[in-house]
């Protein structure tokens, strides 16, 4: 009996501590800048990037931030460089979204 309450409150522990997008990230985020949404799918290994101005940014957790994605639809985001990472696409700076306005 004891187990299974025990088990029982590790479920729901679980179920409210699920990782999601933080909230609170998405609404404070002072250093955020606009950027247009370009697929660059045509390219082998590439996908959605984010382009402001003449230079291109291959974002690895867009996904995270963004459900929906079309071509120029403006995202206004904070993003950091990772010259630690490597990619496939190879037509663009890898960046992370650090948050969301």
Same mark, same amino acid.
């Given at each position: 009996?004891?187990?299974?309450?025990?088990?029982?409150?590790?479920?729901?522990?679980?179920?409210?501590?699920?990782?999601?997008?933080?909230? #609170?990230?998405?609404? %404070?985020?002072?250093?955020? @800048?606009?950027?247009? &949404?370009?697929?660059?799918?045509?390219?082998?290994?590439? $996908?959605?990037?984010?382009?402001?101005?003449?230079?291109?940014?291959?974002?690895?957790?867009?996904?995270?931030?963004?459900?929906?994605?079309?071509? #120029?639809?403006?995202? %206004?985001?904070?993003?950091? @460089?990772?010259?630690? &990472?490597?990619?496939?696409?190879?037509?663009?700076?890898? $960046?992370?979204?650090?948050?969301?306005?």
């Amino acid at each position: 009996m004891s187990k299974l309450i025990i088990v029982i409150i590790s479920i729901l522990s679980f179920g409210f501590l699920q990782c999601d997008r933080p909230a #609170d990230m998405e609404n %404070n985020c002072p250093n955020a @800048e606009f950027y247009t &949404m370009a697929n660059f799918s045509n390219l082998d290994g590439c $996908s959605w990037m984010l382009i402001k101005g003449d230079q291109r940014y291959d974002v690895i957790n867009l996904h995270d931030y963004f459900e929906t994605f079309g071509e #120029d639809v403006a995202a %206004n985001v904070e993003l950091v @460089e990772r010259p630690d &990472m490597m990619g496939i696409c190879q037509a663009g700076i890898i $960046s992370e979204i650090i948050c969301k306005q």
